[in-house]
């Protein structure tokens, strides 16, 4: 089911978990690849394709919300700000949204809209936990840098999950970790 505004929501229901990230994180990927589905969630090479709040219901006890990109390229800003403003209702009001995964590209880290994000997520009091993705990018010792790394910026952030994944859509690395992080959530 795709949202475009709040008033096509579903009813509140089963517990819900959301992915979040910048255009082009691999978010459908993982998705894809947390339900064991190819196709589930469409994807594409194309940054900003997501545009709506898109929800996943593989059962009757979770829902998977794939929500639009930030750092939209080429997307006029009318266009970005009815985003943000879906987003942050969205965050602010839904009580069955019990945390949210924060995509980041392991190759570039912690970038500035990503900061601004979990800046909005600690605000609305959130959980969100950090998932890296395209851990088969980065050679053993880089990605473990680079996990010990973003564990360091996120650990005074008082809506952070303590744990940060590194996962693979291509090769499955960290994909059982993640699913049962949501396993924890939506037992």
Known sequence: MSVPSLEFLPPIGPLE???AGRSNVGKSSLINAVLGQRGI?????TPGRTQELNFFAPDDT?????????????APKALVARW???IEDYLRGRVSLRRVYVLIDSRHGLKANDLETLDRLDKTAVSYQ????????LKPGEIDRRVAETLKAVARRPAAHPVVLATSSETGEGIDLLRAEIAQIAP
């Open 17 to 19: 978990i959301a992915f």
């Open 41 to 45: 969630a469409r994807t594409s090479n």
């Open 62 to 74: 979770l829902s998977i919300v794939d929500m639009p990109g930030y750092g939209y390229a080429e």
């Open 84 to 86: 943000n403003r879906l």
């Open 130 to 137: 950090i998932v890296l993705t395209k851990a088969d990018k």
